[in-house]
C-alpha cells in the first residue's frame, strides 16, 4: 500500500456533513473544524485502510472506474465503505480520513509514482463505443432549442471533455452565439434527469439537459 503522509492527530475532529456524490464518483465529507474535502472513490479505494490491502507488496491498481456502493457508519468513530468492485473490509476512521483529505496530493503523486515503478495502470479511463467515441444526447429546452435549431442531438465529445464545467466550456466554443447562453450562471444542467454540479461526470451514454434558468 502507498505511504500516507501524515501531518497531525485530528484523533478530535468528526463529520458534520457527509454526501456521496456516486454519479462523480466522490464522496464529500465537511469536518468539525471547519475542512471540507472531496475524495474520489478511486484515491478511498487504493488508499483503503483494510488488513489486506496494507500487507500488499504492489499498489491496487485499475480502480480508475470504481465507485462506492454502501456506507455504513460504525459507530461514532468510522465509516466503513464498500466499493462495487466487491471490496468491504475497509473502515475509515474520521481522523483517518481528514488526513487523507489533507495530504490528498502528495498521496496521490507518490501513488502514481509507485504504479509506474510497479509498471501498472489505473485502468480504463472511459468507457466508448465500438469506433472509440464517447457519444452522449444533449436536451435542449426554451430558446436554447431555437438556438440549437432542434430539441436534442447525439454528439461525440473530445477527451478534454470529461465534466459539467468541461462541457460548457467546449460548448461555448462550438461559436460565437452560443457562447453567452451556455455560461454556467445562466443555466440549471441535469445528467439523467439528476440535478448536476460542475465537477458531475458525463460519460458516454448520458443524457445532459440545459434549461435556461429565469431572468
Not at 12 to 20: A, D, F, G, M, R
Not at 160 to 184: C, H, I, Y
Not at 186 to 196: D, E, H, I, P, S
Request: glycine share 6%.
Amino acid at each position: 500500500m502507498p505511504e500516507i503522509h501524515s501531518e497531525m492527530d485530528n484523533n478530535h475532529v468528526s463529520p458534520t456533513e457527509i454526501k456521496l456524490h456516486q454519479k462523480s464518483r466522490l464522496l464529500e465529507i465537511a469536518f468539525s473544524d471547519g475542512f471540507r474535502f472531496q475524495y474520489p472513490c478511486e484515491y478511498l479505494r487504493v488508499f483503503s485502510p483494510a488488513a489486506e490491502v496494507k500487507v500488499m507488496k504492489q499498489p491496487v491498481h485499475g480502480k480508475q472506474l470504481v465507485n462506492i456502493s454502501l456506507l455504513e457508519p460504525q459507530g461514532g468513530y468510522a465509516l466503513r465503505i464498500t466499493f462495487d468492485d466487491g471490496h468491504d473490509t475497509g473502515i475509515y476512521s474520521w481522523s483517518t480520513l481528514h488526513e487523507l483529505g489533507k495530504n490528498y496530493e502528495a498521496n496521490w503523486q507518490n501513488y502514481l509514482k509507485r504504479l509506474e515503478q510497479s509498471g501498472l495502470s489505473r485502468g480504463d479511463a472511459r468507457v466508448t463505443d465500438a469506433e472509440g467515441r464517447v457519444v452522449i444526447k444533449l436536451v435542449y429546452f426554451i430558446e436554447l432549442a431555437k438556438l440549437a435549431g432542434k430539441d436534442e442531438e447525439q454528439v461525440a465529445i473530445p477527451e478534454s471533455v470529461t465534466n459539467v464545467e468541461t462541457l460548457l466550456d467546449w460548448m461555448r466554443k462550438r461559436g460565437q452565439r452560443w457562447k453567452e447562453p451556455f455560461e454556467a450562471n445562466r443555466l440549471q444542467v441535469t445528467v439523467n434527469k439528476q440535478f448536476a454540479e460542475p465537477y458531475t461526470l458525463v460519460e458516454h451514454g448520458d443524457e445532459v439537459a440545459f434549461v435556461p434558468r429565469p431572468k
